[in-house]
C-alpha cells in the first residue's frame, strides 16, 4: 500500500505542476473576467484532497473488496457535498470575484476527477472486485 501511495504522490505531484505551469503560461491570455489570481491555493487543495481521498481508498483495498466501492461511493458523495458547499459559499462572500474562483474551480475539479479516476482505473483494473481475484481475461 505505501508503494502504490508513494507512486501516485509522486504522479499526482507532477500532473498538478504541469496545470500550475499551463495555467501561468496562458494567464495572459485568459480573460480577466475568469482570471483568478490565486489559483495555486486552488491546486494545492485539490492536491491535499486527492491525497487523503486516495490514501483512504487504498486504506479501504486492504480490508475487503467490497469496501473499495463502498468508501469509493462515499468518498465521491463527500467531495461532491464539499465542493458545493466550498463553491456556494465563496460565491455569498465574495460576490464580485466569484465567477472567476467558480470557474477555475470547475475547471480544477474536472482535470482532477480525471486524473483520479484514471489513476483508480489502471490501479484497480486488473483485480476483480467481487471475488478478489484476478479477472480471467487478464491472466
Request: no cysteine; hydrophobic share 50%.
Given at each position: 500500500?505505501?508503494?502504490?501511495f508513494?507512486i501516485?504522490?509522486?504522479?499526482l505531484l507532477v500532473?498538478s505542476?504541469?496545470?500550475?505551469?499551463?495555467?501561468?503560461f496562458i494567464?495572459d491570455?485568459?480573460?480577466?473576467k475568469?482570471?483568478?489570481?490565486?489559483?495555486i491555493?486552488?491546486?494545492?487543495f485539490f492536491?491535499i484532497v486527492?491525497?487523503?481521498f486516495?490514501?483512504?481508498?487504498?486504506n479501504?483495498?486492504q480490508?475487503?473488496?467490497?469496501?473499495?466501492v463502498?468508501?469509493?461511493?462515499?468518498a465521491?458523495?463527500?467531495?461532491l457535498?464539499?465542493?458545493?458547499g466550498i463553491i456556494i459559499?465563496?460565491g455569498?462572500l465574495?460576490t464580485?470575484?466569484s465567477?472567476a474562483?467558480?470557474?477555475n474551480f470547475?475547471?480544477l475539479?474536472?482535470?482532477?476527477t480525471?486524473?483520479e479516476?484514471?489513476t483508480?482505473?489502471f490501479?484497480?483494473k486488473n483485480?476483480?472486485?467481487?471475488?478478489?481475484?484476478?479477472?480471467q481475461?487478464?491472466v
Open positions: 500500500m505505501k508503494k502504490n508513494v501516485f504522490f509522486i504522479k500532473y505542476f504541469t496545470i500550475f505551469l499551463f495555467y501561468s494567464k491570455h485568459i480573460p480577466q475568469f482570471y483568478f489570481a490565486k489559483a491555493y486552488l491546486i494545492v492536491i486527492t491525497l487523503v486516495h490514501y483512504g481508498l487504498l479501504s483495498s480490508k475487503s473488496n467490497r469496501s473499495i463502498t468508501f469509493y461511493m462515499m465521491t458523495a463527500l467531495k457535498f464539499l465542493y458545493l459559499g465563496y455569498l465574495k464580485g470575484n465567477i474562483f467558480i470557474s470547475f475547471i475539479y474536472v482535470l482532477f480525471v486524473f479516476v484514471a483508480v482505473y490501479q484497480f483485480k476483480n472486485l467481487v471475488t478478489g481475484e484476478p479477472d481475461d487478464q
